[in-house]
C-alpha cells in the first residue's frame, strides 16, 4: 500500500468513528438537501435541463482544441495576454513572471481550486509574496494552514466557535459566536488587503469561446473586488472549462447554483472579457489568462471516462456520497474530493498512486443521479478499478481468485470446504479478535455473520422427502 | 514548440477516439437523443423555473424572488416617487456621501438628494469610493425568473461601483423587466454585439455567504443591502 493509500485508510479509520465529525457534516448538508430538493421542483423540466447540459459540454469537450483557439483569438482581440502551461510548474513560473516584471509584493486571490491543485500559494510564498485568500472559507482555511475541506464549502467541518477562536490567536479581534461579527472582522481586515493589492488572482467557472470572455461565480462579492481593484488581473483556468456560445450559461449557471447551493442562481456571475477598455472608468490594466492542461488532455485521451470533463465543480456528488459524507473531505488528500475528485485524480495525479479511490464508494450511484452534466461517475469508478488491476494485478488477489474458481469447479470439494468452515467457525470466538484471528480485517469493527448449518443442497434434498 | 502547440497536439491525439455521446450510457430509456444547438437554445426557457407571459405577472415573481433573497423591491408609478424614496433612505441610513455614474435616472436621483457624489464615470479614487455610504447604478434589466439585476460597466459605472459601497440601489424602468435568463443573453448579444463591455454581472440579491455552519450572513464582501427601485 503506498503513502496516500494508507493516509486515506487511517483517517477513514478516525473519522468514521467521529460521531462529532458526523453531526457536523450532516447538520450542514441537511440545510443543503432542504434548499436543493426546493429548488430543483421548481424548474420545468430538470432531467432534460441535464440532458442539455451535458450535450452541450459534451460538444465542447469533444471539439475542445476548435474551441480553445476560438477562445484565445477572442481574448486576444481585446488586449488579453494569454499564456499556456502543460504542467502546474509551468503555470506557476508565468504567474511568478508576471508578479516579478510587475514588481508586486502583495496578492488578493479569490477562490482557485486550480491554484490549488498546482499549491500556487506555497509557491508565491516562497517567493516571499504576501498572498491572502479573500473567500470567506478559503481564508479561514488559509489561516489554519489547511486545504479546503469541500472544493465548495471550504470550511464546513468548523463550528464558530473554532472560527472565532482562530481569528483571536491570527487577527486578534475579540471572541464572538455571531457569525455576522466573525464575517465582519473578515471584512475589515480584506478590504485593506484588496484596496493595496497589486495583483489580484481568479479562476474562472467557465470561459465563452464564442464571445472571448471567462464566468465567474461566487456569493460574497470578493471576486468581484478581486476582478476590479488591483492594476494587474490574473486568471488561472483548466482548459476544460470552455463553453461554445454564450446563451449556454442561460443554464448551466442556474444548474451549478441549484446543484451546488440550492440557489436559484448564485449571487454574483460576472463576465470578464479583458482589461480596461477605452472609456471605463476603472478595471485592471492588465488581463492575463493562464490556460492549464496539467494532465487534463490524459482524460480526454480516455474516451471512456472523458466525460468527467464535463465537470462543472458544483459539489453535489460530495453532498450526496455515502463515503464523503463519513469520511470527510480532508481524508482524500486530494485537491478535488468525493466521487468526482476520485475520477479524476488517477488521471491527473497517477493511476497506481490514487486507485485506492476508486475503492472508496458503495457504487449506490448517487453521484451520477445528481450530476446536473450526467457523468456517469460510479461506473468510472469500476473502470479505474479494472484498468489499475489490468495495469499491474496484484499476485495474491490473482491466486486467491483462482483457488476459489478450482474449488467452485469441483462440487465435492467445495461441500468438504464448506463443512471444515461450519466447523471451524465453532472454534472462532477462541481467537476472535486476537492477532490469531483469520477474519481479524473483518472482526476488528464487525460482527462475523455465521455460516447456516445446513447447505442449499441439504435443505432442497430434507424438502423433497 | 510552444505550450499552445503543445497542448493543442495532446487534445487532437486524444480526440481521435471518438467519445460516446450522453445519455447513450443512460440503462433507463436506452434512446440517444441528439438535437442541435438551436433546439437546444429553445428547449433551455422551457425546462428552467416558469415565468408568467404579463408584464404584472413578472413583477409579481420578480417581487417574490426578491423578498426571498432579502433584496428591497419597490415599483412607483411617478419618477417622482422613486426621488423620494431615495431621499428617505438617505435619511433613515444617514448618508453622508454617495458615489453615481451619470444617467438619466441616476442625476434625478442625485440632484434629489443634494449630497456629495462621487461619480465613477471617469477615472476615480477607490479609497472614496470605500467611504461613501452607498452606490447608486442603473442597469441593463432585471430578471423575473431569478430576482437579478443585470449591470455592466457601461450601464452601472464602472466595475466597482455595484460592490464596493455597503448599500447598492439599482434604478431600473420597467421595461427593463425581462422574462427569464436565456432573455438576458439575447438582449446581451443583440445589445453590444461585437463590443462588449469588459465587465457584465448578473447581480442576485445583496452580497451573502454560508460558510459558518452554513448559516446566511448578508453583507460577506459586497454591499449587505440591495434596493432595486423600478418606474
Same mark, same amino acid.
Given at each position: 500500500?503506498?503513502?496516500?493509500?494508507?493516509?486515506?485508510?487511517?483517517?477513514?479509520?478516525?473519522?468514521? +468513528?467521529?460521531?462529532?465529525?458526523?453531526?457536523?457534516?450532516?447538520?450542514?448538508?441537511?440545510?443543503y438537501e432542504v434548499a436543493r430538493d426546493a429548488r430543483r421542483s421548481r424548474y420545468q423540466d430538470w432531467q432534460s435541463a441535464r440532458q442539455t447540459a451535458a450535450e452541450i459540454k459534451w460538444d465542447a469537450v469533444n471539439h475542445l482544441d476548435k474551441y480553445l483557439e476560438e477562445l484565445v483569438e477572442k481574448l486576444e482581440s481585446r488586449g488579453t495576454k494569454v499564456h499556456w502551461a502543460s504542467d502546474g510548474?509551468?503555470?506557476?513560473?508565468?504567474?511568478?513572471?508576471?508578479?516579478?516584471?510587475?514588481? $508586486?509584493?502583495?496578492?488578493?486571490?479569490?477562490?482557485?481550486?486550480?491554484?490549488?491543485?498546482?499549491?500556487?500559494?506555497?509557491?508565491?510564498?516562497?517567493?516571499?509574496?504576501?498572498?491572502?485568500?479573500?473567500?470567506?472559507?478559503?481564508?479561514?482555511?488559509?489561516?489554519?494552514?489547511?486545504?479546503?475541506?469541500?472544493?465548495?464549502? #471550504? &470550511?464546513?467541518?468548523? =463550528?464558530?466557535?473554532?472560527?472565532?477562536?482562530?481569528?483571536?490567536?491570527?487577527?486578534?479581534?475579540?471572541?464572538?459566536?455571531?457569525?455576522?461579527?466573525?464575517?465582519? /472582522?473578515?471584512?475589515? =481586515?480584506?478590504?485593506?488587503?484588496?484596496?493595496?493589492?497589486? /495583483?489580484?488572482?481568479?479562476?474562472?467557472?467557465?470561459?465563452?469561446?464564442?464571445?472571448?470572455?471567462?464566468?465567474?461565480?461566487?456569493?460574497?462579492?470578493?471576486?468581484?473586488?478581486?476582478?476590479?481593484?488591483?492594476?494587474?488581473?490574473?486568471? @488561472?483556468?483548466?482548459? !476544460?472549462?470552455?463553453?461554445?456560445?454564450?446563451?449556454? @450559461?442561460?443554464?448551466?449557471?442556474?444548474?451549478?447554483?441549484?446543484?451546488?447551493?440550492?440557489?436559484?442562481?448564485?449571487?454574483?456571475?460576472?463576465?470578464?472579457?479583458? #482589461?480596461?477598455?477605452?472609456?471605463?472608468?476603472?478595471?485592471?490594466?492588465?488581463?492575463?489568462?493562464?490556460?492549464?492542461?496539467?494532465?487534463?488532455?490524459?482524460?480526454?485521451?480516455?474516451?471512456?471516462?472523458?466525460? &468527467?470533463?464535463?465537470?462543472?465543480?458544483?459539489?453535489?456528488?460530495?453532498?450526496?456520497?455515502?463515503?464523503? +459524507?463519513?469520511?470527510?473531505?480532508?481524508?482524500?488528500?486530494? %485537491?478535488?474530493?468525493?466521487p468526482i475528485g476520485s475520477v479524476i485524480t488517477p488521471h491527473l495525479r497517477g493511476l497506481q498512486n490514487w486507485k485506492h479511490l476508486s475503492y472508496a464508494s458503495s457504487l449506490c450511484g448517487a453521484c451520477t443521479e445528481t450530476c446536473p452534466v450526467k457523468i456517469d461517475l460510479h461506473h468510472h469508478l469500476l473502470q479505474s478499478r479494472r484498468n489499475a488491476t489490468a495495469q499491474r494485478s496484484i499476485w495474491?488477489?490473482?491466486?486467491?481468485?483462482?483457488?476459489?474458481?478450482?474449488?467452485?469447479?469441483?462440487?465435492?470439494?467445495?461441500?468438504? =470446504?464448506?463443512?471444515?468452515?461450519?466447523?471451524?467457525?465453532?472454534?472462532?470466538?477462541?481467537?476472535?479478535?486476537?492477532?490469531?484471528?483469520?477474519?481479524?480485517?473483518?472482526?476488528?469493527?464487525?460482527?462475523?455473520?455465521?455460516?447456516?448449518?445446513?447447505?442449499?443442497?441439504?435443505?432442497?434434498?430434507?424438502?423433497?422427502? | 514548440?510552444?505550450?499552445? !502547440?503543445?497542448?493543442?497536439?495532446?487534445? +487532437?491525439?486524444?480526440?481521435?477516439?471518438?467519445? #460516446?455521446?450522453?445519455?447513450?450510457?443512460?440503462?433507463?430509456?436506452?434512446?440517444?437523443?441528439?438535437?442541435?444547438?438551436?433546439?437546444? $437554445?429553445?428547449?433551455?426557457? *422551457?425546462?428552467?423555473?416558469?415565468?408568467? *407571459? %404579463?408584464?404584472?405577472?413578472?413583477?409579481?415573481?420578480?417581487?417574490?424572488?426578491?423578498?426571498?433573497?432579502?433584496?428591497?423591491?419597490?415599483?412607483?408609478?411617478?419618477?417622482?416617487?422613486?426621488?423620494?424614496?431615495?431621499?428617505?433612505?438617505?435619511?433613515?441610513?444617514?448618508?453622508?456621501?454617495?458615489?453615481?455614474?451619470?444617467?438619466?435616472?441616476?442625476?434625478?436621483?442625485?440632484?434629489?438628494? $443634494?449630497?456629495?457624489?462621487?461619480?465613477?464615470?471617469?477615472?476615480?479614487?477607490?479609497?472614496?469610493?470605500?467611504?461613501?455610504?452607498?452606490?447608486?447604478?442603473?442597469?441593463?434589466?432585471?430578471?423575473?425568473?431569478?430576482?437579478? =439585476?443585470?449591470?455592466?460597466?457601461?450601464?452601472?459605472?464602472?466595475?466597482?461601483?455595484?460592490?464596493?459601497?455597503?448599500?447598492?440601489?439599482? @434604478?431600473?424602468?420597467? !421595461?427593463?423587466?425581462?422574462?427569464?435568463?436565456? !432573455?438576458?443573453?439575447?438582449?446581451?448579444?443583440?445589445?453590444?454585439?461585437?463590443?462588449?463591455?469588459?465587465?457584465?454581472?448578473?447581480?442576485?440579491?445583496?452580497?451573502? %455567504?454560508?460558510? /459558518?455552519?452554513? /448559516?446566511?450572513?448578508?453583507?460577506?464582501?459586497? #454591499?449587505?443591502?440591495?434596493?432595486?427601485?423600478?418606474?
Amino acid at each position: 500500500m503506498n503513502a496516500s493509500a494508507r493516509q486515506f485508510k487511517r483517517d477513514a479509520e478516525r473519522l468514521t +468513528r467521529d460521531l462529532r465529525h458526523r453531526l457536523l457534516i450532516r447538520t450542514a448538508l441537511k440545510k443543503y438537501e432542504v434548499a436543493r430538493d426546493a429548488r430543483r421542483s421548481r424548474y420545468q423540466d430538470w432531467q432534460s435541463a441535464r440532458q442539455t447540459a451535458a450535450e452541450i459540454k459534451w460538444d465542447a469537450v469533444n471539439h475542445l482544441d476548435k474551441y480553445l483557439e476560438e477562445l484565445v483569438e477572442k481574448l486576444e482581440s481585446r488586449g488579453t495576454k494569454v499564456h499556456w502551461a502543460s504542467d502546474g510548474e509551468k503555470a506557476r513560473q508565468i504567474i511568478l513572471g508576471i508578479i516579478r516584471e510587475k514588481q $508586486a509584493c502583495s496578492i488578493i486571490k479569490s477562490k482557485v481550486m486550480t491554484g490549488e491543485e498546482i499549491h500556487l500559494n506555497e509557491a508565491l510564498e516562497k517567493a516571499g509574496l504576501s498572498v491572502v485568500e479573500s473567500d470567506f472559507g478559503e481564508y479561514i482555511v488559509q489561516l489554519r494552514h489547511e486545504a479546503p475541506y469541500h472544493f465548495v464549502f #471550504p &470550511a464546513m467541518h468548523l =463550528v464558530r466557535g473554532e472560527i472565532s477562536e482562530l481569528f483571536q490567536k491570527e487577527l486578534g479581534s475579540n471572541p464572538t459566536n455571531d457569525p455576522e461579527q466573525l464575517m465582519l /472582522i473578515a471584512r475589515q =481586515v480584506l478590504r485593506g488587503k484588496y484596496i493595496s493589492a497589486d /495583483i489580484g488572482i481568479s479562476g474562472a467557472n467557465f470561459a465563452i469561446a464564442e464571445t472571448g470572455m471567462i464566468s465567474i461565480t461566487e456569493n460574497e462579492g470578493n471576486a468581484r473586488l478581486t476582478c476590479a481593484l488591483p492594476k494587474v488581473h490574473i486568471a @488561472l483556468m483548466g482548459i !476544460e472549462k470552455v463553453i461554445p456560445k454564450l446563451e449556454d @450559461l442561460a443554464i448551466f449557471l442556474p444548474m451549478l447554483a441549484t446543484a451546488g447551493a440550492g440557489q436559484a442562481l448564485t449571487g454574483y456571475n460576472s463576465l470578464y472579457g479583458g #482589461p480596461r477598455q477605452p472609456g471605463e472608468s476603472d478595471g485592471p490594466e492588465e488581463f492575463h489568462f493562464v490556460l492549464l492542461d496539467n494532465k487534463r488532455t490524459h482524460l480526454l485521451a480516455d474516451a471512456e471516462q472523458r466525460d &468527467a470533463l464535463h465537470c462543472i465543480r458544483c459539489g453535489a456528488c460530495l453532498n450526496v456520497c455515502p463515503i464523503y +459524507r463519513n469520511v470527510g473531505g480532508h481524508t482524500y488528500g486530494t %485537491t478535488y474530493q468525493g466521487p468526482i475528485g476520485s475520477v479524476i485524480t488517477p488521471h491527473l495525479r497517477g493511476l497506481q498512486n490514487w486507485k485506492h479511490l476508486s475503492y472508496a464508494s458503495s457504487l449506490c450511484g448517487a453521484c451520477t443521479e445528481t450530476c446536473p452534466v450526467k457523468i456517469d461517475l460510479h461506473h468510472h469508478l469500476l473502470q479505474s478499478r479494472r484498468n489499475a488491476t489490468a495495469q499491474r494485478s496484484i499476485w495474491w488477489e490473482k491466486f486467491a481468485f483462482k483457488g476459489f474458481a478450482f474449488l467452485m469447479n469441483r462440487p465435492i470439494l467445495f461441500l468438504l =470446504v464448506g463443512k471444515l468452515g461450519r466447523l471451524g467457525q465453532k472454534f472462532h470466538p477462541f481467537v476472535k479478535g486476537t492477532r490469531f484471528d483469520p477474519a481479524r480485517a473483518w472482526t476488528r469493527s464487525r460482527e462475523l455473520p455465521t455460516i447456516a448449518k445446513q447447505t442449499f443442497g441439504e435443505y432442497w434434498r430434507a424438502r423433497g422427502r | 514548440m510552444s505550450e499552445r !502547440e503543445k497542448i493543442l497536439g495532446r487534445i +487532437r491525439e486524444a480526440l481521435r477516439v471518438p467519445a #460516446p455521446v450522453p445519455g447513450s450510457a443512460d440503462h433507463s430509456d436506452g434512446a440517444v437523443r441528439v438535437v442541435t444547438e438551436a433546439e437546444a $437554445a429553445k428547449h433551455i426557457a *422551457d425546462w428552467l423555473p416558469v415565468v408568467a *407571459d %404579463t408584464f404584472d405577472g413578472r413583477v409579481e415573481l420578480f417581487r417574490a424572488n426578491a423578498v426571498e433573497l432579502r433584496a428591497e423591491f419597490h415599483l412607483f408609478r411617478e419618477l417622482q416617487e422613486m426621488e423620494i424614496h431615495v431621499r428617505e433612505l438617505a435619511i433613515a441610513e444617514g448618508w453622508k456621501k454617495i458615489a453615481s455614474h451619470s444617467g438619466e435616472l441616476t442625476d434625478r436621483a442625485c440632484s434629489a438628494l $443634494a449630497l456629495p457624489r462621487l461619480a465613477t464615470d471617469q477615472k476615480y479614487d477607490v479609497n472614496e469610493l470605500e467611504s461613501c455610504d452607498a452606490g447608486i447604478s442603473e442597469c441593463d434589466a432585471l430578471i423575473a425568473q431569478t430576482g437579478s =439585476v443585470l449591470v455592466s460597466t457601461r450601464t452601472a459605472g464602472g466595475r466597482a461601483l455595484s460592490v464596493l459601497p455597503p448599500h447598492h440601489i439599482v @434604478l431600473a424602468k420597467r !421595461e427593463q423587466l425581462l422574462a427569464d435568463l436565456p !432573455e438576458a443573453f439575447a438582449l446581451l448579444k443583440s445589445k453590444y454585439e461585437s463590443n462588449f463591455p469588459s465587465f457584465i454581472s448578473f447581480i442576485t440579491g445583496p452580497s451573502r %455567504t454560508g460558510d /459558518i455552519e452554513r /448559516i446566511l450572513v448578508l453583507g460577506a464582501h459586497g #454591499p449587505r443591502k440591495l434596493t432595486i427601485l423600478c418606474v
